[in-house]
């Protein structure tokens, strides 16, 4: 299907340099991001994870949104403190 869209200069800024680093056209590579964006993987695509150290095994069984209630607490603890 052939559409017109306005991309945020921003925006297009990222696409050109995914274009250069991955030597795709414009159009597969906004094709690929909204994709991704949708949560349906392009094809054969591979995703590289964004960060080397691996996930905390201590934390793979906790409600994150407890744990983050109890580092707030734990913050508000110390400020109260001091």
């Known amino acids: 299907?052939?559409?017109?869209?306005?991309?945020?200069?921003?925006?297009?800024?990222?696409?050109?340099q995914e274009v250069q680093r991955t030597g795709l056209s414009f159009k597969m590579v906004l094709n690929q991001a909204i994709k991704r964006a949708l949560g349906r993987?392009?094809?054969?695509?591979q995703l590289q994870p964004l960060f080397s150290a691996p996930f905390?095994?201590?934390?793979t069984r906790q409600s994150f949104n407890r744990?983050?209630?109890e580092w707030e607490?734990?913050?508000?603890?110390?400020?109260?403190?001091?």
């Open 67 to 69: 744990l983050a209630a």
């Open 1 to 16: 299907m052939r559409t017109t869209i306005t991309i945020d200069a921003d925006t297009e800024a990222l696409l050109r």
């Open 56 to 59: 905390p095994p201590e934390l």
């Open 41 to 45: 993987r392009p094809s054969g695509v």
């Open 73 to 82: 607490d734990e913050d508000t603890i110390l400020e109260l403190g001091s």
